[in-house]
């Protein structure tokens, strides 16, 4: 039995552990602050990104046409969501392992690690590429989009597919510095893709020939050309950056098996999650595709580009959740990586929820003003705005539990537990509403949410038993 207040003290000696680097002498919410504000912005940067290209997409075309504009924007954003988060799973190992480093105050790992991901990023980025370019045209054909859709999509996706290398490297590099307490860094990166992109993107559309008229390929370039601009940045703010914080070494540079190794084991189970969560959602993207309403794909991707805008701020606090945790477990304190992924918790259900209602308030402007004149999307996509908004506690906690896992090296609890809540709701359950003939595209989003409250329950008594905390990275 333990001595009466032995608690009073291990909470005591737990409020003494004192982080380095940008995060030294901070109290808990000021770290969540510091690591927070940065990927906030970023995130809103890229929600305008991705509204710029479904208002360029809204406005290349009307009618019939517009429709299948956008029906293949829908499975290309989902297609490069996909390749983007594959290759965030090397930068969630290389983010593990920089943050355990810089809580334990091993300054050489880390840098070896910053150097080590840049390479696997890379190497994940050609592997996307060349998945995609072999598999584009069967892709198209198996989810059933319209004939013109199907163009559209294809020529989109072969240019898209060359931004992986960029975007992979660029990925890993940021993971490593938001893993060492620097948000800052891979802000200005992420600024410079978002301009390079929207302005690119714009003008390669609606410029004057011959260097406009591209359509949906100049989006895509739009988007090539900002992945490689902000990869070039981050390169050369982290060239310059202070010898206390991570830096480029050329030793560091050189293959070494062991710290290679360490990423692969973090980031490698959530490779497989990733592919397979994907095959499941190209699944519930074939089922809405399929669906007798016209339009449906293009509803929902419009639907979910509004819902972005509360679960990207939730993301930015997840980023502060994993690193927080990752720092606090390599300092050796387990309650303050514990309290820290609760407090991140809390304001993310509270900023979420918020948000939420305002998607409830604000359904049928907000879809308006993304597809101006469509009297389709605006029948449509409204209804899913109020199922999203009732989803957003659930969504709120599948983010930051399962963010700060990852952060934590448990990539294998989150892949274990992801999978069986999946399959039955996205799976199993729509196969039966579709081969039943009462699926539309409301009950879809239903069961998509029924399904983020599951995974809310499961997530919640995993975080609570503790057994992520004994993660090895």
Not at 225 to 243: D, E, H, M, P, S
Request: charged residues 15%; contains cysteine; aromatic residues 8%.
């Amino acid at each position: 039995m333990s001595k009466p207040g032995a608690s009073v003290e291990a909470s005591q000696r737990a409020s003494e552990v004192s982080l380095g680097g940008r995060l030294q002498g901070l109290s808990l919410g000021r770290q969540v602050f510091v690591l927070a504000m940065w990927p906030l912005l970023e995130q809103v940067l890229a929600f305008f990104v991705g509204l710029t290209d479904l208002l360029i997409s809204g406005r290349m075309a009307e009618g019939a046409e517009r429709v299948a504009i956008l029906d293949a924007m829908g499975l290309g954003g989902y297609v490069g969501w996909f390749f983007n988060i594959l290759q965030g799973a090397v930068a969630t190992g290389v983010m593990a392992l920089v943050s355990r480093a810089t809580g334990g105050r091993d300054a050489p790992l880390a840098n070896r690690a910053l150097g080590q991901g840049l390479w696997l990023g890379v190497a994940a980025g050609i592997a996307s590429l060349i998945l995609l370019q072999a598999g584009i045209t069967l892709l198209v054909r198996w989810i059933g989009l319209s004939p013109e859709a199907a163009v559209k999509a294809e020529e989109f996706l072969r240019v898209l597919a060359w931004s992986g290398p960029f975007s992979g490297a660029l990925f890993a590099v940021n993971a490593a510095l938001r893993g060492s307490g620097d948000t800052r860094t891979p802000f200005l990166s992420m600024i410079v893709v978002n301009v390079v992109n929207m302005a690119l993107s714009w003008c390669l559309v609606f410029g004057p020939a011959p260097f406009g008229g591209h359509g949906v390929a100049g989006i895509a370039t739009g988007t090539v050309c900002g992945w490689a601009a902000g990869l070039l940045t981050a390169i050369t703010l982290v060239g310059r950056g202070k010898k206390d914080s991570l830096h480029w070494n050329p030793a560091d540079l050189k293959p070494h098996a062991e710290t290679l190794r360490r990423i692969i084991r973090v980031g490698a189970p959530q490779s497989l999650e990733i592919a397979c969560m994907w095959l499941i959602h190209a699944f519930g993207i074939r089922v809405i595709a399929g669906l007798d309403q016209k339009g449906a794909l293009g509803a929902h991707i419009l639907a979910i580009r509004v819902e972005s805008m509360s679960f990207l701020p939730g993301f930015a606090i997840a980023t502060a959740a994993a690193a927080l945790a990752g720092q606090y477990l390599g300092a050796g304190s387990r309650e303050m990586a514990t309290r820290a992924v609760r407090l991140c918790w809390r304001s993310a259900v509270f900023l979420m929820s918020g948000i939420g209602v305002f998607f409830v308030i604000a359904r049928d402007w907000l879809i308006q003003w993304m597809a101006p004149g469509s009297a389709l999307h605006l029948q449509l996509a409204p209804p899913l705005l109020v199922v999203c908004a009732l989803a957003q506690p659930f969504f709120a906690t599948c983010i930051i539990l399962k963010t700060s896992m990852r952060g934590a090296g448990a990539t294998h609890i989150v892949m274990r537990w992801s999978f069986g809540s999946m399959i039955f709701y996205r799976v199993i359950v729509l196969w039966v509403m579709s081969e039943m003939g009462v699926a539309n595209l409301t009950r879809v989003w239903i069961v998509l949410s029924l399904d983020l409250l599951t995974q809310a329950v499961i997530f919640t008594r995993l975080h609570f038993t503790g057994r992520w905390l004994d993660a090895r990275v």
